[in-house]
């Protein structure tokens, strides 16, 4: 997620927790002005639904071509090693027609795409089906567990092919939403620092207005060169 946002994010929580702690919250609790504790309720309120937006940004795929590359090398992987399972059990048994089918090389596989790739690996699984009744299949590769996982990685990779793009988690557009809902909170927040400095009748509200101050501060909480920075905490069902 974009340093900035993480760091403003990181700061409207500070103000949170300094507001709510066990120390200011007597400072503001019934007190005038009233609208404090109405706003700083709505203002929480706010921020967990970014901070819940922020965590799907910082989890969330680029897009459908990258969930749509990594299915397609998947059930090219296992379509070839199931063919070449069955291009040798075809060879010990002497059946040259079917072995003509799948005596094939990894490059076939890659230059098919979409459909052509998804019924290609379907060919391949039905002679796996009909093949692993055989005698001496199962040592050769050809097991039930193997063509369970060309089966499901044939269904994934169909899926996400006809799947429309508002399918697959699209990390751009939850970034787009935490920066409209960012800016809202740091217009909120600037509401409510208007209302802060209003407490300062008592040597407790005084005390509030200066912790609220410096948890106003932003701190850089961005990362160096080569170090990956920490996800946002994950949103409490």
Known sequence: MNDILTNQLNM????????????????????????????????????????????????????TADAKDVAETALENL?????????????????????????????????????????????IRDLANTA?????????????????????????????????????????MHLRDLVTRIAGLLEELRDLDDLVIQFDGTEAGRRFISAWKQSRIIIDAGHGPGETPTPPTPPVP
């Not at 490059?107 to 098919?112: H, S, T, V």
């Not at 001496?136 to 092919?161: C, H």
Request: net charge neutral.
């Open 12 to 63: 409207i929580g500070t103000c949170i927790e300094t507001a709510t702690s066990a120390e200011h919250t007597l400072v503001w609790n019934g007190q005038e002005p009233a609208d404090f504790a109405t706003d700083l309720n709505v203002f929480q309120t706010h921020y967990t639904q970014a901070r819940d937006v922020a965590y799907l940004a910082s989890t969330a795929t680029t897009g």
């Open 79 to 123: 379509a070839f090693q199931m063919a070449r399972a069955l291009a040798g059990h075809y060879r010990r048994t002497g059946d040259l027609i079917n072995r003509a089918k799948v005596n094939i090389r990894i490059g076939a596989l890659q230059k098919l795409r979409d459909q052509a790739l998804v019924t290609r690996s379907i060919e």
């Open 132 to 172: 692993g009744a055989e005698p001496g299949a199962q040592t050769r590769g050809i097991t039930t567990a193997r063509i369970n996982l060309l089966s499901a990685a044939i269904t994934t990779y169909e899926d996400l092919l006809n799947s429309p793009r508002s399918a697959v988690v699209d990390r751009s």
